[in-house]
């Protein structure tokens, strides 16, 4: 058996509602809501077009009619709506209720709001078509913005780099650097003072105070691991000084200029 709404297309049903309008049976709905002026027969079509737009949202919930069945059904159900609000403000301006201002907001068959874009409403497999859930599909929020005391939270010492010869890596690479630009500098100046003539002396001068005990081996040991991680010497620690340094012999005829004038003072005193 063909179902209702086959049933109501046929050529049967179709003539037989034109001759019900043709012998007043079923009274035409104007085009114009403007047109009629009884207010029962406004509050009448306005039933009417709430029952047809029922009818129709039942049958765009069927997604197997296709797209363009659809997109059809759709656009009925919109032309539909708008010719009620037509007839709700005429009724309005007759003394009737003001449907629009207290009436509910429009739900689907799932109980959400009938979501639209600019007025135009989508029902049923309609929200479903290619292009229409894009136009509904909300941006994810914005991560909340941290504020100055969460952001100063977890700054230590560590983000001003105080703790960064900690780590074991960062010193032995500067070591490792330090050594081939003290051996770059070294080598340059050796070749420019072979350029020049002049003799490198390599001797080192005697100690003016020699140690002994404890510490001189300590300072043997040290000198005997240098000479074994550098054997020409061009790495070991030299102590920079910024203001001139004595040296032994500077020291002995200072000493000896003092001793000279410390005699005359006596001889002088003593003659006289």
């Known amino acids: 058996m063909a179902r209702n709404a086959e049933k109501a297309m046929t050529t049967l049903a179709r003539w037989r509602a034109a001759k019900e309008v043709e012998s007043g049976e079923k009274e035409r ?10 207010l029962p027969r406004c509050e009448k079509f306005r039933l009417e077009i709430i029952r047809d ?7 765009i919930q069927n997604a197997g009619l296709g797209e363009f069945r659809i997109r059809d059904l759709n656009d009925e159900i919109n032309k539909l709506l708008r010719e009620k609000r037509h007839w709700e403000n005429q009724i309005s301006a007759l003394g009737g209720p003001h449907y629009r201002r207290y ?10 709001e009938v979501p639209g874009n600019r007025g135009y409403k989508y029902f049923g497999a309609a929200k479903d078509l290619p292009g229409v859930r894009e136009l509904f599909e909300q941006d994810p929020p914005p991560p909340p913005r941290k504020s100055r005391a969460e952001l100063m939270k977890d700054i230590d010492a560590e983000y001003y780099g105080y703790r960064d010869d900690e780590d074991g890596v960062l010193i032995p690479l500067e070591e490792r650097i330090e050594r081939a630009a003290i051996q770059k500098a070294v080598q340059e100046w050796r070749e ?3 350029r020049d003539g002049r003799i490198i002396d390599d001797e080192e001068e005697d100690e003016i105070y020699p140690l002994s005990g404890p510490a001189r081996e300590a300072i043997e040991d040290a000198k005997a691991r240098a000479a074994v991680e550098d054997p020409h010497g061009l790495l070991a620690p030299k102590f920079t000084a910024h203001v001139p340094v004595p040296t032994q012999q500077d020291v002995q005829e200072a000493l000896l200029r003092q001793r000279k004038k410390e005699l005359l003072e006596k001889y002088a005193g003593g003659a006289n």
């Open 29 to 38: 709905r104007p085009y114009l809501a403007s047109e009629c002026h009884d």
């Open 53 to 59: 737009v029922s009818k129709k949202v039942a049958q």
């Open 103 to 112: 009436g509910p907001k429009m739900f689907d068959a799932e109980g959400r």
């Open 192 to 194: 420019k003072m072979a």
